[in-house]
């Protein structure tokens, strides 16, 4: 089953690190958090990717060209322009980078994959700056039970100040940006039928919008309960919090 994972958005608030590369490929740990998304979907058997690229597309190409070198010792002859890797420790992947344009929207750059998703069955898609511990066999179990054409995993937003209990003027309780116990938000993390592709009919159309709305009315949308850790890196602050966790070893999303 392939995985589709969006990865062309201008990433403005965290422009920070966005002038010179995409959102995706912003560092956690030394690791594109894309790389993060990839390896959860490969705990879970899935390992063949499809790249929707966007604003700088290259910085992608680049790194993933540049992989096997990356990930393994190398010598070099530079007279005869060989390389040889002496450990190589590169994933499993196959990944498809398809250049989706710089301006399409999120449901248009879904739409610009049809020939690769057409005819390829049941298929997944989430975000490429969010991060979970879902369980992605779950997930797709689900998915294949109701018979729908769309699962959105329902997630419990990450509260974005210190939460405080308090009994008069006494703190009794203080936790540092809890996941929210009430309502549930879209969290990515998606699966989808082919058939989805015809809710979408231009670049102009963002899939959170009218196509998933026209299969929510239709009733062709079910939602997937995941109350446990979800987190997506929006701002400096969520890139700082992913890091402390991850060099504190208490990365919920590290699965292996």
């Not at 201008?10 to 422009?15: K, Q, V």
């Not at 995993?153 to 210190?162: C, D, I, N, S």
Request: hydrophobic fraction near 40%; proline fraction near 4%.
């Amino acid at each position: 089953m392939k995985t589709v994972i969006l990865c062309g958005g201008l990433g403005t608030r965290l422009s920070e690190e966005t002038t010179v590369k995409p959102k995706p490929m912003v560092e956690i740990a030394g690791k594109p958090i894309l790389w993060h998304i990839m390896k959860i979907y490969e705990y879970f058997g899935y390992n063949e990717f499809v790249l929707a690229l966007g604003y700088k597309g290259e910085v992608i190409k680049d790194y993933f060209i540049n992989y096997h070198a990356r990930m393994s010792d190398l010598t070099v002859s530079l007279k005869s322009g060989t390389a040889r890797y002496s450990n190589p420790t590169a994933e499993d992947w196959k990944v498809d980078m398809i250049d989706t344009g710089a301006l399409t929207m999120t449901g248009g750059r879904l739409l610009r994959l049809k020939d690769q998703l057409a005819n390829s069955g049941t298929f997944m898609l989430t975000y490429g700056d969010g991060v979970s511990n879902v369980d992605i066999g779950k997930l797709v179990e689900f998915h294949k039970s109701h018979g729908k054409l769309a699962t959105v995993t329902a997630v419990r937003p990450p509260v974005r100040f210190g939460e405080l209990a308090i009994t008069g003027n006494q703190v009794t309780q203080f936790q540092e940006k809890p996941q929210a116990e009430v309502g549930w938000i879209n969290g990515g993390f998606f699966v989808f039928e082919p058939e989805v592709l015809n809710y979408i009919k231009d670049d102009s159309i963002m899939l959170e919008r009218a196509p998933l709305e026209a299969l929510a009315k239709e009733g062709q949308l079910m939602a997937f309960h995941h109350p446990d850790y979800w987190q997506c890196m929006d701002t400096l602050r969520d890139k700082q919090t992913l890091e402390e966790l991850w060099q504190h070893n208490k990365a919920p999303w590290k699965l292996k």
